[in-house]
């Protein structure tokens, strides 16, 4: 994956996911990846990987769950927010 690119589809996932109420930054640190974290509660925290797939990107909970592509951003926002509690389903 080139970087920039990933960077960009985590770019606008951040955005989606920060509708609901949650904190979300692109980290650069090698490989991009997005930190998403719920500002009601410390623990909460979860980082968002992205990877090149043929005909668009994947996004990648930490622990390796698939959590929705880049042609679904919005329903990825939501289960993002999910795991860190920002929503009740």
Known sequence: MRNSAGR????????AVTRYGVW?????????????????SEAAVEDV???????DHAF??????YLGNSES????AGKVAWL????PE
């Open 8 to 15: 960009a589809e985590l770019s606008r996932l951040a955005t």
């Open 49 to 55: 990987f992205c990877e090149a797939r043929a005909h």
């Open 60 to 65: 990648i909970a930490s622990f390796g769950v």
């Open 84 to 87: 860190v509690g920002a929503t």
């Open 24 to 40: 979300a930054r692109v980290i650069d640190d090698g490989s991009p990846y997005l930190r998403v974290s719920n500002p009601e």
């Open 73 to 76: 951003i919005d329903l990825t």
